[in-house]
T-cell receptor, first 111, second 114 residues
Framework: KQEVTQIPAALSVPEGENLVLNCSFT??????LQWFRQDPGKGLTSLLL?????REQTSGRLNASLDKSSGRSTLYIAASQPGDSATYLC??????????FGPGTRLSVLP | NAGVMQNPRHLVRRRGQEARLRCSPM?????VYWYRQLPEEGLKFMVY????????ESGMPKERFSAEFPKEGPSILRIQQVVRGDSAAYFC????????????FGPGTRLTVT
């Protein structure tokens, strides 16, 4: 059974710092991996989707990498801003067609 | 191009009543997914539907919960005889093809059972 974990559970950084969020999954046979942000009381916003054949994706200040063999993905946020404060979720789809979310990392960027 | 829409955004029901949650997928999307987020827990998959078909309901509780996605109109998640433990945020997502493709999420419906 696929399990997804995220470290750290919470993170607080001063504005301007670069930071890395980690996502680990137990079954490396995944089809793709997706990063989302969730704002308090709101829905999810898709940030980046990485296909299993890809190693990374970039969008603006965000860069997500994928290492299937080690069961890891990282989300790198450059030059963090207070508006980046949210919960970041990673989710994997495996070949069993199961879409599994991690518990999330709560990020606070302090002005 | 409107995103995924859900209504109502907030729903309050007394124990024993029925709750109906609606989801309109993005234009051109025929695949709909429902997820539940319990307080202090992660998102859990409930059910995956295409038009008029339930593809995967492995995450749905066996009793009181049902879902449909008719040929016309929104997808409906129905909870009968609600209990306090049903209080949660229910999110709907849609994709243009199967679930291995990017899913776009709605704002969620927050159900409170009193």
């Amino acid at each position: 059974k696929q399990e997804v974990t995220q470290i750290p559970a919470a993170l607080s950084v001063p504005e301007g710092e670069n930071l890395v969020l980690n996502c680990s999954f137990t079954d490396s046979a995944i089809y793709n991996l997706q990063w989302f942000r969730q704002d308090p009381g709101k829905g999810l916003t898709s940030l980046l989707l990485i296909q299993s054949s890809q190693r990374e994706q970039t969008s603006g200040r965000l860069n997500a990498s994928l290492d299937k063999s080690s069961g890891r993905s990282t989300l790198y946020i450059a030059a963090s801003q207070p508006g980046d404060s949210a919960t970041y979720l990673c989710a994997v789809i495996d070949y069993g067609q199961n879409f599994v979310f991690g518990p999330g990392t709560r990020l606070s960027v302090l002005p | 191009n409107a995103g995924v829409m859900q209504n109502p955004r907030h729903l309050v029901r007394r124990r024993g009543q029925e709750a109906r949650l609606r989801c309109s997928p993005m234009k051109g999307h025929s695949h709909v997914y429902w997820y539940r987020q319990l307080p202090e827990e992660g998102l859990k998959f409930m059910v995956y539907l295409q038009k008029e078909n339930i593809i995967d309901e492995s995450g749905m509780p066996k009793e009181r919960f049902s879902a449909e996605f008719p040929k016309e109109g929104p997808s409906i998640l129905r909870i009968q005889q609600v209990v306090r433990g049903d209080s949660a945020a229910y999110f709907c997502a849609s994709s243009s093809r199967g679930r291995s493709y990017e899913q776009y999420f709605g704002p969620g419906t927050r159900l409170t059972v009193t």
